[in-house]
DNA sequence: CGATTCTTTGAAAACAGTCAATCTGTGTGG
DNA sequence: CCACACAGATTGACTGTTTTCAAAGAATCG
């Protein structure tokens, strides 16, 4: 299952066997069963979590009980609390799998250290991290300047891959909405 | 008014007399008058840009023509249009001073030859993007999860120094409803 | 003081949420 | 192979929340 990541960072640095080897020293597979935690709400957390294969999602549960999906991941996506691996505070969200999964785990001073013997891999790093903070800020716009109708529409084009592959009741959740509002949604958008 | 710059420094890093001195080089400093634009959408945007002193709000401008607030920054904060620094593209987003303020810009490559030169500078400036990461991330979870009030009081509580410091309508832009909807949520709690 | 901007209020309409029932498709065990 | 159970999705009627539009009241600034 490495190769999944191998081929994640031949396609964005070039990387000696050396390095790719220490690289590969630092991962552990972690294969998940639909439904299985992967972290959970109250405990620390210390990894970076790549996705080789399977769905992710990363989510909070409310004083009401009700789940809000903070985040999918896929196939050469990233996923997991940032807030917990700074702080060293318990989390405050759980990911649990969406699918039969499999993910590449590393703690974290294995990241600082590959960062220091492999810079290029640092770069690609905030790289990444500096664009899912764009992501993240495009779906704040969503979040406070749509209706549903326009939300779900500005769902299907910044995530096409996800539309038919997650339970309708799990969108509405990312979108801040319910499953019932989402449906009626949906079919509006078909009629036209 | 480096002054601030370099106290904010100081509380975080240590410098030599030196470092600091490549740092206070890099930067321009910049006065901005009430109402003054620092960037518009449809320019590029090419700096990083620190608050010494005033408030200033990142926005968008929706088809309608109704502006969407992402963010505040007042003195020791960050403000600016990542996406456009990042991928080069036009930005989408403006930035204007809601009071009097003073920056201090970085062009990015400047930036990057501090990184170099200082790394305890670039770990610092990871560790702020990467804690404003967090932060978007509740305010997603806030977005998609609070009703108005529970949106408001969210906001009294994470933001109080900027609850009678913002215009009430702008903040109703900055939580995602109406001004009108803001103003009876206050009255309700104030009932209270 | 007058002009302008910001905030509050009211009434009606649009929108989204809730609850309960039904429908659909899938997989399981008899 | 069928019957059944189950989960997910849809629908309807109703309720509650938020928006819209218009007007009136504060507050602020020159």
Redesign the pocket.
């Known amino acids: 299952m490495f190769e999944v990541f191998e081929a994640y960072l031949r396609a964005k640095i070039s990387l000696t066997d050396e390095e790719l080897e220490l690289i590969r020293a630092a991962a552990t597979v972690k294969h998940l069963r639909k439904w299985q935690y992967l972290a959970q709400a109250g405990e620390r957390w210390h990894s970076h979590c790549f996705v080789c294969q399977g769905c992710l999602r990363l989510y909070r549960v409310d004083e009401k009980g009700q789940e809000h999906i903070i985040s999918f991941a896929v196939e050469n996506g990233w996923i997991g609390d940032r807030q917990s691996l700074l702080s060293g505070e318990p989390a405050q969200s759980n990911v649990d799998a969406l699918e039969d999964s499999t993910v590449l785990l590393f703690t974290d001073e294995s990241f600082q250290q590959l960062f220091r013997r492999i810079p290029a891999f640092q770069d690609m790093i905030n790289a990444i991290l500096a664009r899912s903070f764009n992501v993240i800020q495009d779906r704040i716009h969503a979040a406070i300047s749509y209706?549903?109708?326009e939300k779900y529409q500005d769902f299907l084009r910044t995530s096409p891959h996800l539309a038919n592959r997650v339970?309708?009741?799990m969108i509405a959740s990312y979108l801040?909405?319910?499953?019932?509002?989402l449906?009626?949604v949906?079919?509006q958008l078909a009629r036209k």
Chains 1, 2 share one sequence.
């Open positions: 209706s549903a109708e339970p309708l009741a801040g909405m319910t499953a019932e509002t449906s009626r949906r079919k």
